[in-house]
Nanobody
């Protein structure tokens, strides 16, 4: 499975961005998908996850109520809608796929995209 993430950029605090992750491979629609982020000098952390079917979903406490993860299996694409962005959301965002129906832990993910930078200015 190959993953390619899109949609990062510079946005002011309070603004919105939508990240997209296109997955290749016939079985990609059966994989759990997740979004992670990483600041320089910090560990990579999970932001949100979604099962192969779209339910359940998981959100880190820091983004609950602001971010929404979704997927379109017909397009092999997963999205992360980010609203009410804060400067502390600034990071490189990575999409990932796990060869199982549900995954939350970083070490459960098998495939990683190249990352897309999100910068939120105050």
């Amino acid at each position: 499975v190959q993953l390619q993430a899109f949609g990062g950029g510079l946005v002011q605090a309070g603004g919105s961005l939508r990240l997209s992750c296109a997955a290749s491979g016939r079985t990609a629609s059966t994989y759990a998908m997740g979004w992670f982020r990483q600041d320089p000098g910090k560990e990579r952390e999970i932001v949100a996850a979604i099962s192969w079917s779209g339910v359940p979903t998981y959100y880190a406490d820091s983004v609950k109520g602001r971010f929404t993860i979704s997927r379109d299996n017909a397009k092999n694409t997963v999205y992360l809608q980010m609203n009410s962005l804060k400067p502390e959301d600034t990071a490189v965002y990575y999409c990932a796929a796990a060869s199982r129906s549900w995954a939350v832990a970083l070490n459960e993910y098998d495939y990683w995209g190249q990352g897309t930078l999100v910068t939120v200015s105050s």
